[in-house]
């Protein structure tokens, strides 16, 4: 069984310049979630979307934060604009529903300069 | 604000010996997992301890879970240097589905 995949692996931008994320979930996975986890300091949740609807989004930095899951499968963050701040690893995973086990992919890690 | 705290922040042990990672929590919860992430690469799960259950094992790992202290342990036996790595407990509140991370403790088992 193929594992959740993100793209890209690694992004160098300059403050102030948008990017985006990828992530595709593990096949049949109803429930993603995007977290963000800085140096020394364990995830923090920004979003978690239930099929293509947002369960709880209470963390992200709406004015600069957006996530969308259109059709119920893949899903994209963007940042825009970036601060310095934003560095950090994006985590995606999936779950098969409420409360099972999140399977997470290998993370997108951001450096903002 | 972090749910769960782990305790140490940091344990550097021999291979063969036993390491022991502690968890606490504030408020009332469904489940308590542990998760290890290798350096450079995403989380991965090691086990669910439900919040009606004390003990549960799997492969050499054995957490307890004690919600009348709201702490959790867990404790790799036999370690190996592929057990190098972080180690995060999470937590689900009651009535919530998302998971709140502690810090993480830093393991590093040296051959």
């Known amino acids: 069984e193929a594992g959740v995949a993100q793209s890209p692996r690694y992004k160098i931008i300059e403050k102030r310049q948008s990017v985006a994320f990828w992530c595709n979930p593990i096949?049949?996975?109803?429930?993603l979630y995007w977290y963000q986890q800085i140096l020394g300091q364990g995830p923090k949740l920004l979003i978690q979307?239930?099929?293509?609807?947002?369960?709880?989004d209470s963390q992200l930095p709406k004015d600069r934060f957006s996530a969308e899951r259109l059709k119920g499968v893949d899903s994209t963050l963007k940042i825009q604009p970036a601060k310095l701040e934003d560095s950090a690893v994006y985590l995606c995973?999936?779950?098969?529903?409420?409360?099972?086990?999140?399977?997470f992919g290998p993370g997108t890690r951001l450096l903002v300069l | 604000s972090q749910q769960g705290e782990e305790d140490p922040q940091a344990l550097s042990i021999q291979e063969g010996e036993n390491a022991t990672m502690n968890c606490s929590y504030k408020?009332?919860?469904?489940?308590l997992q542990w998760y290890r992430q290798n350096s450079g690469r995403g989380l991965v799960h090691l086990i669910l301890?439900?919040?009606?259950?004390r003990e549960k094992h799997s492969g050499r790992l054995r957490v307890t879970l004690d919600t009348s202290k709201k702490s959790s342990s867990l404790l790799i036996t036999a370690s190996r240097a592929a057990d190098t790595a972080s180690y995060f407990c999470?937590?689900?509140?009651?009535?919530?589905?998302?998971?709140?991370f502690g810090k993480g403790t830093m393991l590093l088992v040296s051959p």
């Open positions: 096949s049949g996975h109803a429930t």
């Open positions: 979307f239930q099929n293509n609807g947002v369960v709880d």
């Open positions: 995973a999936s779950s098969s529903g409420y409360q099972e086990t999140q399977y």
């Open positions: 408020t009332s919860i469904n489940n």
């Open positions: 301890i439900r919040s009606n259950e």
């Open positions: 999470a937590t689900d509140r009651l009535g919530y589905s998302t998971l709140t």
